[in-house]
């Protein structure tokens, strides 16, 4: 089970912390991404991690504003949005999957969403 939280309303240039925490089964094996939807929009790949591997990927759309990382002893993944814009705004996802993809249907596992609003 993955739970989001630290959705918020913010104005452009802010900043916001999203954790997704993992609870029920071990995800050390697995890849955790950020997805987005925007009203009317697909679900798009945000970044993902790797659990064990400290790898981190990036969409370039937020490529130098957006951080992700995981604190282990927590099971949780956090993802830093920094120099926030208004086009930002989206219901923000995380999902797990046991290979790296930027397509969401490869994750078997996701959260509930939380509500990013970056008004202008």
């Known amino acids: 089970q993955l739970v989001e939280s630290g959705g918020g309303l913010v104005q452009a240039g802010g900043s916001l912390r999203l954790s997704c925490a993992a609870s029920g089964r071990t995800f050390s094996n697995y890849f955790i991404a950020w997805f987005r939807q925007g009203p009317g929009k697909e679900r798009e790949f945000v970044g993902a991690i790797s659990w064990g591997a400290f790898s981190t990927f990036y969409a370039d759309s937020v490529k130098g504003r957006f951080t992700i990382s995981r604190d282990n002893a927590k099971n949780t993944v956090y993802l830093q949005m920094n120099n926030l814009k208004p086009e930002d705004t989206a219901v923000y996802y995380c999902?797990?999957?046991?290979?790296?993809?930027?397509?969401?249907?490869?994750?078997?596992?996701w959260g509930q969403g939380t509500q990013v609003t970056v008004s202008s």
């Open positions: 999902g797990a999957s046991l290979s790296y993809s930027r397509t969401y249907p490869s994750y078997n596992y």
